[in-house]
């Protein structure tokens, strides 16, 4: 009853459990799969991180050279690849689970992103999901190159790997309607709408920025759900709702406006593993309610192209919902 197809993969629900540390662990992954995550993506592989990582290796080892001028000797070939690491985990990830593993990947250089693309679909995973972000914080650059160049990246991705592509992105496009559609035309495979991303923060009697993670709520799931709404019917790839989507309500509306499936973190950070069970329960029964028997049949009934009142999803102003004596508080 609960079946959907997202990216071409069948899944049991709509719900995915999305990357985050709880995602970044077998032993983890295999309670959210007895707890019901119909999928995973795992913990992102960061390029950058990779990198940090075999460096902080190299400096770690080398303070070794004075005091153990054989070590080099005793193992020259030794060396640390997190990339390696991270794939072969992927691997024992694949292995130890039967819901689909989508794998994270997030790269700065185009020639790692089209690398580890290929060497997470060897390493198992059954799809991609590009976490393509980067503040570009200079002046220099023309924001359509920005875009033309992950544009690009993405379709020699899609060149060297057989498994279905999706993209997170985040809500800072200028136009989103033009980038999800250029992402179709690519042929990327679904779209996640919205990565969450870190934000700056100020500790005033410290007087020192600081770095903090706020969970997420319902309250923050408004543009995801406009812009399912405004796209559903009008690109041909899956769409993904993320960020917000806490209860079983969130997810019921999010597919009604024409989410294939949601991905969850905050909700389960918040409520436990169960909340799976009880996000499932809610769509179970008011599916039953509704006398719906699959998801089909009522993906996308809300989304802009079915709705008589199509101005809901566009509406910004406020001073046209006051105009229109149309609020609720
Ligand atoms: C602890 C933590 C770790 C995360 N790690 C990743 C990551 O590795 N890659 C990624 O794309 N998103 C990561 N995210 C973002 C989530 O996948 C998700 O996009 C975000 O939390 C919004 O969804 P939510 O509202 O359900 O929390 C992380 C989030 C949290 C809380």
Redesign the pocket.
């Known amino acids: 009853m609960l079946k959907t197809k997202y990216l071409g993969l069948d899944l049991k629900s709509p719900i995915i459990v ?4 709880m995602t970044s662990n077998v032993d983890k992954i295999k309670r959210l799969e007895e707890a019901g995550a119909a999928a995973i ?1 795992t ?2 592989l960061f390029e950058e991180e990779i990198i940090l990582k075999n460096n902080k290796w190299r400096e770690e080892i080398a303070q070794y050279d004075d005091i153990n001028a054989e070590m080099g000797t005793i193992f020259p070939d030794m060396d640390v690849d997190a990339a390696k690491e991270h794939l072969y985990w992927v691997n024992k990830t694949k292995e130890a689970v039967s819901i689909p593993v989508i794998a ?1 990947l ?1 790269c700065v250089n185009k020639e790692a992103w089209i690398e580890y693309a290929k060497e997470l679909e060897q390493a198992g995973a059954d799809a991609i999901e590009a ?1 393509m972000y980067s503040y570009s914080f200079g002046v220099t650059k023309n924001p359509a190159e920005i875009e033309d160049k992950r544009i690009g990246i993405l379709k020699e991705i899609k060149k060297v790997v057989n498994i279905p592509v999706s993209v ?1 992105i985040s809500p800072h496009y200028t136009s989103i309607f033009t980038f999800v559609t250029n992402l179709d035309q690519a042929g990327v495979d679904g779209v996640v709408l919205f ?2 991303l870190f934000n700056p923060d100020i500790d005033i009697e410290k007087e020192v920025e600081v770095s903090r ?1 706020h ?2 709520d319902s309250t ?1 799931n408004g543009s995801s759900l406009r812009w399912i709404g405004l796209l559903s019917g009008k690109v041909g790839l899956d769409l993904c709702a ?4 806490e209860s079983g309500e969130d997810m019921i509306k999010m597919i009604l406006a024409g989410a294939s499936a949601v ?5 389960v ?1 918040r409520h436990g593993m169960g909340q799976i069970g009880v996000m499932e329960k809610t769509l179970t029964d008011w599916m039953e309610r509704k006398g719906y028997n699959s998801i089909d049949e009522f993906k996308g009934k809300l989304s802009k192209v079915k709705i008589s009142n199509p101005w809901a999803y566009e509406r910004t102003q406020y001073i046209k919902m006051l105009l229109k004596g149309e609020y609720e508080i």
Do not use: D, H, Q
């Open positions: 999305g990357a985050s540390e993506v913990k992102s994270s997030n976490n997170k990565n969450r993670f969970l997420t923050r993320n960020n917000g989507v991905e969850v973190v905050s909700t950070y």
